[in-house]
């Protein structure tokens, strides 16, 4: 059992050998809803295997009892998403990925494992135009803001199940079907001798150059630390403003080269 406390910012153990998390009596007990192969097959690069059976499990809306309200209040939710290791065929296990309505950005924070969060930008004119792509490497306790008006899928390309947290707007569903149109993201990842080659998405007519990026340790404009948990922003959901009303604000200092 590991004990995700450190990372979490609350009471959470993960028990590695079936991919769930434990919950004690606080925060509240949330059951996952799973992600099946059947269900992603249609944004795989390989859309003929069948194993495994589940890929990863998300827990939506997650709180300390006493924090219920005021999440409420603020028009928020927390969710905590556990993504196995291992390859979908030649790729590297990864989420189905999924745009914004109105330009909300989304926060992650990396609680174990390591990830790769690929975001690009359609064009709104033609969606078989990628304008811009962008690939995040974070480690356990860094925090990767989901830009407005891109789309993002996450990546596992460790041998090590990732978990991560992330703040979100409450006020709005994920759009899920362009993904499925394009059968996957502007780049598949795949494994090639313990490297990584990234391989255009044919769907697309144009796609540039992916431009690869960390994130910075220390992002001032919205309190965020690295390996301070983001679920302590709760005694000041304030400083979460920019998820709800993402035209305020600028993101000029989320990443670094």
Not at 102 to 130: F, H, M, N, W
Request: proline residues 5%.
């Amino acid at each position: 059992m590991i004990d995700l406390n450190n990372f979490l910012g609350m009471n959470i153990k993960f028990n590695p050998q079936e991919y769930k998390l434990i919950f004690d009596k606080d925060p509240a007990i949330r059951e996952p809803a799973a992600r099946t192969i059947d269900q992603m097959k249609e944004v795989l690069a390989n859309s003929n295997i069948s194993s495994p059976k589940e890929l990863y499990f998300m827990y939506r809306d997650v709180y300390c009892l006493k924090d219920n309200d005021i999440i409420k209040e603020h028009r928020l939710r927390f969710d905590v998403t556990v993504i196995k290791p291992g390859m979908l065929g030649k790729e590297f296990m990864k989420t189905a990925g999924h745009y914004h309505p109105k330009s909300y950005p989304e926060l992650y924070e990396i609680v174990y494992g390591e990830a790769l969060c690929l975001q690009q930008r359609v064009d709104k004119e033609d969606v078989t135009k990628i304008k811009e792509v962008i690939v995040v490497r974070a480690k356990q306790g860094q925090k990767i803001i989901c830009l407005p008006n891109f789309g993002h899928i996450l990546i596992n390309i460790s041998d090590k199940p990732l978990i991560t947290s992330n703040w979100v707007s409450s006020e709005f569903s994920s759009e899920y079907d362009l993904y499925k149109k394009a059968r996957g993201a502007a780049y598949y990842a795949f494994a090639d001798q313990g490297s990584i080659i990234w391989e255009k998405n044919k769907f697309f007519n144009e796609i540039p150059p992916i431009n690869f990026l960390t994130p910075n340790d220390d992002i001032a404009e919205f309190d965020l630390k690295t390996r301070i948990p983001m679920y302590s922003l709760i005694s000041d959901l304030r400083k979460l403003d920019f998820l709800n009303q993402p035209d305020k604000y600028k993101y000029d200092n989320a990443f670094k080269k």
